[in-house]
């Protein structure tokens, strides 16, 4: 490997880039075709359902004037070209049916439909396949991917803001705007990049929250509330329809289908029974596994943030941070078993960014 496949491979993962928020339950993939120093095509995974970076990468190509330059290119992907047939055809015959001299891949795919088999196809082609250039780059950018098809539950993400002072909430649980107008609108952005948003009981009827996206552009996730009595007045923002919602009880179930078009066939409100335990998240995440569901955003309360980070059950704590003091209100969750990533500021709040230290290692 040379500085230029590194440089090329850099720019595939900026074009990949481009696909989050749009792609799941697909990774977000990023394609670059070089010939004689130049790049001749460019592309990436755009819509789920959608054709692949690769295909993107070679009709870009053509329209550029360069397909008879493609037996001469190497393709620097950031994910294994797959060689099943699902959505679209198989890169990976694509390659080879363009006679891509090279292939420069950053990591190998997890999905057993493709792991190890678009390398096969290639190289039984005679196409020079190298593996695992800055891996960890690809690792962290498709990190909701990786979790869910190594650890086989949603990627988790625990976000919440609290006072100078350590509070999430007023005295009773009464919502209080802590942070920002800026960091809100980071929220909603960040809103739109998740499978899923959950919230407890508590804070869906006192916040009466919409969890949609309002204040960025972006598809709504999927609402996820763990009411385990069916307390919840139908009357909430959260049971309006307006977007697919799961509310999580000890009550009541209605039949539900494995989401067979990116939730296209989902109903707008599903009640799904779970059992009273200890497991009672574990018994969420399996379930919102089999609907492939591959992220959370985790936005309280304090109870469900608490329940998450001594589960062990996250991969990522975002808490901002605000100059705002209360005399009295709800504790914010305490950290622990993690390490600390990056502090940045926005605005007058901060935000503090964590990882399980086992990641660390």
């Not at 891949?105 to 088999?117: E, I, K, Q, T, Y």
Request: charged share 20%; glycine share 8%.
């Amino acid at each position: 490997m040379t500085e230029k496949d590194e440089l090329y491979m850099q720019r595939a993962f900026q074009l990949a880039e481009y696909g989050r928020g749009s792609v799941s339950p697909n990774p977000m993939v990023g394609c670059v075709l070089v010939a004689e120093g130049q790049i001749i095509g460019e592309g990436w995974h755009r819509k789920y359902g959608g054709p692949h970076a690769e295909v993107e990468a070679v009709r870009d190509a053509s329209r550029r004037g360069f397909e008879h330059l493609l037996p001469k290119a190497t393709a620097y992907v950031t994910l294994e070209p797959c060689a099943h047939f699902g959505k679209t055809p198989p890169c990976a015959k694509l390659l080879v049916e363009k006679k891509i001299h090279r292939a420069v891949v950053a990591n190998d795919d997890p999905n057993p439909l493709v792991s190890g088999r678009g390398y096969a196809l290639m190289q039984e082609a005679g196409i020079e396949v190298h593996r695992g250039l800055l891996a960890e780059k690809g690792y962290e950018l498709n990190s909701r991917f990786f979790t869910f098809f190594t650890e086989k539950r949603p990627y988790i993400i625990l976000k919440w803001a609290e006072t100078a002072n350590g509070f999430i909430a007023a005295a009773g649980g009464r919502p209080v705007q802590i942070s920002g107008p800026a960091s809100s609108q980071m929220v909603h952005r960040w809103r739109s990049e998740e499978d899923a948003i959950l919230v407890g009981r508590q804070t869906a009827q006192t916040d009466n929250p919409a969890l949609n996206v309002r204040h960025w552009t972006g598809q709504n996730p999927v609402r996820v509330v763990l009411d385990r009595q069916l307390n919840l007045p139908n009357s909430l923002a959260i049971f309006d329809k307006t977007q697919p919602t799961i509310c999580y009880n000890y009550m009541h179930t209605t039949d539900s289908a494995i989401f067979p078009e990116r939730y296209a066939e989902f109903p707008e409100i599903s009640f799904v029974k779970i059992q009273p335990g200890e497991d009672e998240l574990h018994q969420v995440l399996n379930d919102l596994y089999a609907r492939k569901i591959q992220s959370v955003l985790v936005e309280g309360g304090a109870q469900i943030l608490q329940a998450f980070l001594q589960a062990g059950l996250w991969n990522e704590i975002r808490r901002c941070q605000s100059p705002l003091t209360l005399p009295l209100g709800v504790v914010a969750p305490v950290i622990h078993g993690a390490t600390l990533k990056y502090t940045e500021f926005l605005a007058q709040d901060i935000w503090t960014y964590y990882i399980p230290n086992h990641q660390t290692t």
